[in-house]
């Protein structure tokens, strides 16, 4: 028999816009990205944000530990960062003669993984599996990570200096990605005078706890979804793999961080079934990191945005029959 959620979509919802709200004090001009760095957290997925040192990545990150209660630990990764920081290692303990482990940075809520881009590929793929499947294997044995389990990672733009390109299978592993870019004047100048002899960290308070965010990702899981649903995401992401445009389309775990990215707008939004607009909502960030373009589109300047706008336009949205009945 299916577990009943112990928060309503109505309630989470509520609770969503406190938490937006308490984020926003330290984030300034960002709501957009704060909203979808939630949506993937409810849903239980991981970000990528892609920009520049200094916009407000880390900033991001503790403030959503905070408000969420979340153990938090942050990597900086660079060349000399091994697997074995993240992921943890066994050592011999002479005292009582036994292999002991000694857990990774990765034993945590929220990891921030700073800069992933600059450090090994080897390295890089000792988060697959964590990632993935929420545990580490060393040494043979497997470890279940702490629950929830969240991974923020940053990148500096492709071509920064030090910095090498993530392969195809660990950006896949990620629901979203993002941008979120420089502020416009005035948030720059609200960032400033927030600094002015104080820090607005100190002003973000817990919303709930950690078994309360369970419950809401649970909620989240929860949201309905109907066939009809079902079958435009799988439309849309076929519709990817046969473009001229693109060489290598979205693939099937795509399509369900699609789905779950959409359930955790509509729990957000109040509602307990998935419509079309939820879609629409997140299906830039969850699809343009999926997607190779051909060498015809990159000679053509037409970004994998454009490609996903053009294809909403093109594939039929479904009209729901009637609201289901609870």
């Given at each position: 028999?299916?577990?009943?959620?112990?928060?309503?979509?109505?309630?989470a919802s509520s609770l969503a816009q406190d938490i937006l709200h308490e984020v926003q004090k330290v984030v300034v001009g960002k709501d957009i990205i704060i909203l979808k760095v939630l949506l993937a957290a409810l849903a239980g997925g991981h970000v990528l944000l892609e920009d520049m040192p200094g916009v407000g990545k880390t900033t991001l990150a503790l403030a959503f530990a905070k408000t969420l209660n979340l153990d938090y630990r942050r990597v900086q990764f660079t060349p000399d960062v091994l697997p074995s920081d993240v992921t943890g290692f066994t050592v011999y303990n002479k005292d009582n003669g036994c292999m002991e482990f000694k857990k990774g940075a990765a034993f945590c809520n929220l990891l921030l993984a700073d800069e992933i881009n600059r450090t090994s590929p080897k390295t890089q793929s000792?988060?697959?599996e964590l990632m993935e499947e929420n545990s580490v294997t060393v040494d043979g044995v497997t470890y279940e990570l702490p629950s929830p389990y969240f991974v923020l990672a940053t990148q500096n733009p492709t071509g920064s200096v030090g910095t090498q390109m993530l392969p195809e299978s660990q950006l896949d592993r990620f629901m979203l990605r993002l941008h979120m870019g420089y502020p416009d004047l005035d948030s720059e100048v609200q960032i400033?005078?927030?600094?002015?002899?104080?820090?607005?960290?100190?002003?973000?308070?817990?919303?709930?706890?950690r078994d309360m965010l369970l419950q809401m990702q649970n909620a989240a899981a929860q949201v309905y979804v109907d066939d009809v649903i079902l079958?435009?995401?799988?439309?849309?992401?076929?519709?990817?793999?046969s473009h001229d445009y693109i060489r290598l389309g979205v693939s099937?775990?795509?399509s369900l961080a699609l789905c779950a990215s959409a359930r955790a707008t509509a729990l957000v939004r109040g509602r307990d079934y998935v419509i079309p607009d939820d879609i629409r909502v997140v299906i830039a960030e969850c699809f343009?990191?999926?997607?190779?373009?051909?060498?015809?589109?990159?000679m053509e300047h037409v970004t994998a945005e454009d490609l996903i706008e053009s294809i909403l336009q093109k594939v039929p949205v479904p009209r729901l029959q009637r609201k289901r009945e609870s």
């Amino acid at each position: 028999m299916e577990k009943k959620s112990a928060i309503s979509a109505v309630e989470a919802s509520s609770l969503a816009q406190d938490i937006l709200h308490e984020v926003q004090k330290v984030v300034v001009g960002k709501d957009i990205i704060i909203l979808k760095v939630l949506l993937a957290a409810l849903a239980g997925g991981h970000v990528l944000l892609e920009d520049m040192p200094g916009v407000g990545k880390t900033t991001l990150a503790l403030a959503f530990a905070k408000t969420l209660n979340l153990d938090y630990r942050r990597v900086q990764f660079t060349p000399d960062v091994l697997p074995s920081d993240v992921t943890g290692f066994t050592v011999y303990n002479k005292d009582n003669g036994c292999m002991e482990f000694k857990k990774g940075a990765a034993f945590c809520n929220l990891l921030l993984a700073d800069e992933i881009n600059r450090t090994s590929p080897k390295t890089q793929s000792s988060l697959l599996e964590l990632m993935e499947e929420n545990s580490v294997t060393v040494d043979g044995v497997t470890y279940e990570l702490p629950s929830p389990y969240f991974v923020l990672a940053t990148q500096n733009p492709t071509g920064s200096v030090g910095t090498q390109m993530l392969p195809e299978s660990q950006l896949d592993r990620f629901m979203l990605r993002l941008h979120m870019g420089y502020p416009d004047l005035d948030s720059e100048v609200q960032i400033m005078q927030a600094r002015n002899g104080a820090d607005p960290m100190d002003t973000v308070q817990q919303v709930i706890t950690r078994d309360m965010l369970l419950q809401m990702q649970n909620a989240a899981a929860q949201v309905y979804v109907d066939d009809v649903i079902l079958h435009y995401i799988a439309e849309l992401s076929a519709a990817t793999r046969s473009h001229d445009y693109i060489r290598l389309g979205v693939s099937p775990r795509g399509s369900l961080a699609l789905c779950a990215s959409a359930r955790a707008t509509a729990l957000v939004r109040g509602r307990d079934y998935v419509i079309p607009d939820d879609i629409r909502v997140v299906i830039a960030e969850c699809f343009a990191h999926r997607l190779l373009l051909a060498p015809r589109a990159r000679m053509e300047h037409v970004t994998a945005e454009d490609l996903i706008e053009s294809i909403l336009q093109k594939v039929p949205v479904p009209r729901l029959q009637r609201k289901r009945e609870s």
